[in-house]
């Protein structure tokens, strides 16, 4: 079985802040997947980044930076100077089979101006 | 080129119906898979369908089954509505070989059981 966990249910920041979501995913698989998905007010998720479990290199892609560590089973992802339209709930989780994915419950960033 | 496409939008239905939901998977996709998503959480897988058939299930009764047709389109079908399913349903579609890691979700249908 696996457990992803975000124990960050709710962060509110001011825009151009740094901000940054943690997630655990734990599972005694050695082999699965990662990823992060936004879930903006209208309900479509929107992916963000998929990692595999061999792959520790971090990643940058403009505002956005992940940071895997599977000696922590810590996946956090991290928005540099945050802004409005980034208001969303962000989930992550991981998919051992390939199949099924493993969401944890969402932590919902709001960005004020 | 259209995205994943799920109807209808919202539902209503009373306890104890039968509801069906239809989902299209993007263009070039032949796996699809569904999803329900309960006022915040995370969503849960249900199954998912590839050439016609249920690949992998998750922890859900048999009143929740779905069909995959020839064009890749699927429909998730509940019977005997009870009250814990209102919930966002959400339909996600990806390609051939890429496992299901980089799924593309339909913006959901909005079932309400009353």
């Known amino acids: 079985a696996q457990k992803v966990t975000q124990a960050q249910t709710e962060i509110s920041v001011v825009e151009k802040e740094d901000v940054t979501l943690d997630c655990v995913y734990e599972t005694r698989d050695t082999t699965y997947y990662l990823f992060w998905y936004k879930q903006p007010p209208s309900g479509e998720l929107v992916f963000l980044i998929r990692r595999n479990s061999f792959d520790e290199q971090n990643e940058i892609s403009g505002r956005y930076s992940w940071n895997f560590q599977k000696s922590t089973s810590s996946f956090n992802f991290t928005i540099t100077a945050s802004q409005v339209v980034d208001s969303a709930v962000y989930f992550c989780?991981?998919?051992?089979?390939?199949?099924?994915?493993?969401f944890g419950k969402g932590t919902s960033l709001l960005v004020t101006p | 080129d259209a995205g994943v496409t799920q109807s209808p939008t919202h539902l209503i239905k009373t306890r104890g119906q039968q509801v069906t939901l239809r989902c299209s998977p993007k263009s070039g996709h032949d796996t699809v898979s569904w999803y329900q998503q309960a006022l915040g959480q995370g969503p849960q897988f249900i199954f998912q369908y590839y050439e016609e058939e249920e690949r992998q299930r998750g922890n859900f009764p048999d009143r929740f089954s779905g069909h995959q047709f020839p064009n890749y389109s699927s429909e998730l079908n509940v019977n005997a509505l009870l009250l814990g399913d209102s919930a966002l349903y959400l339909c996600?579609?990806?390609?051939?070989?890429?496992?299901?890691?980089?799924?593309?979700f339909g913006q959901g249908t909005r079932l309400t059981v009353v």
């Open positions: 996600a579609s990806s390609k051939p070989g890429d496992g299901n890691t980089e799924a593309f």
């Open positions: 989780g991981g998919s051992n089979s390939g199949y099924a994915l493993n």
